[in-house]
């Protein structure tokens, strides 16, 4: 198994950027995929950005593309999303993801493809 623990979240002006991390304790670290999801109250946890184990391919949802970046450090056992140019309607509780597999370029893009699920972070961002 994988433990995952988010930090990073907090409260900041439209326009603003934050930078989450997700750290990763337990079984081999750079054989997951990984992702980054976002619940929001009263919505259904949506999918923000994924990477493959290599890091070599990232995915991302059309409402964040441009403004978020995901990334690893498979030494350091973290992931992170950098999200840039944030705006109120990000507002919700990211949620890192962790899923081994044996395919070196893919990710995944759905919450059930996930086994292995953080706590979440709250983002809050104000207009």
């Known amino acids: 198994q994988v433990q995952l623990v988010e930090s990073g979240g907090g409260l900041v002006q439209a326009g603003g950027s934050l930078r989450l991390s997700c750290a990763a304790s337990?079984?081999?670290?750079?054989?997951?995929?990984m992702g980054w999801f976002r619940q929001a109250p009263g919505k259904e946890r949506e999918f923000v950005a994924a990477?493959?184990?290599?890091?070599?391919?990232?995915g991302y949802a059309g409402s964040v593309k441009g403004r978020f970046t995901i990334s690893r450090d498979n030494a350091a056992n973290t992931v992170d999303l950098q999200m840039n140019s944030l705006k109120p309607e990000d507002t919700a509780v990211y949620y890192c993801?962790?899923?081994?597999?044996?395919?070196?370029?893919?990710?995944?893009?759905?919450?059930?493809?996930?086994?292995?699920w953080g706590q979440g972070t709250q983002v809050t961002i104000s207009s």
């Open positions: 993801a962790a899923q081994p597999t044996s395919w070196t370029t893919y990710y995944y893009t759905r919450p059930n493809e996930y086994d292995y």
């Open positions: 990477i493959s184990w290599r890091g070599g391919s990232t």
């Open positions: 337990g079984r081999t670290f750079s054989r997951y995929a």
